[in-house]
Nanobody
Framework: QVHLVESGGGLVQAGGSLSLSCAATASERAFSGHTISWFRQGPGKEREFVAYITVNGGTYYTSSVKGRFTISRDNAKGTVYLQMNSLIPEDTAIYYC??????????????????WGQGTQVTVAS
């Protein structure tokens, strides 16, 4: 069982930065065996994949955030981070972290994920 809690959202001007955290209430062993992803859902839009990080620290980003966002994890702390730089208004969304066992399904498919946080709002003002 993995319970996820996001934090760090807020209001920022375009060009600014925010750092999101996703804290997992799970044993280090359980957390380290999972791929952790960030998804986001903008106003009137479908929830979309943003980035993932694997057990071994491998990362992947959707093209719209590549070069601006960085995902990282600290297995000992049970926490995944999303550093967001050069923010643009199109990044405005509720950001969710999610967890799945490493071997299950595609990391881009929401259906692969067992656990989701409650979300944190990110608003980028133009």
């Amino acid at each position: 069982q993995v319970h996820l809690v996001e934090s760090g959202g807020g209001l920022v001007q375009a060009g600014g930065s925010l750092s999101l955290s996703c804290a997992a209430t799970a044993s280090e062993r359980a957390f380290s065996g999972h791929t952790i992803s960030w998804f986001r859902q903008g106003p009137g839009k479908e929830r979309e994949f943003v980035a993932y990080i694997t057990v071994n620290g491998g990362t992947y980003y959707t093209s719209s955030v590549k070069g601006r966002f960085t995902i990282s994890r600290d297995n000992a702390k049970g926490t995944v981070y999303l550093q967001m730089n050069s923010l643009i208004p199109e990044d405005t969304a509720i950001y969710y972290c999610s967890s799945k066992p490493t071997a299950r399904g595609s990391a881009f498919n929401r259906a692969s994920y067992d656990y989701w946080g409650q979300g944190t709002q990110v608003t980028v003002a133009s």
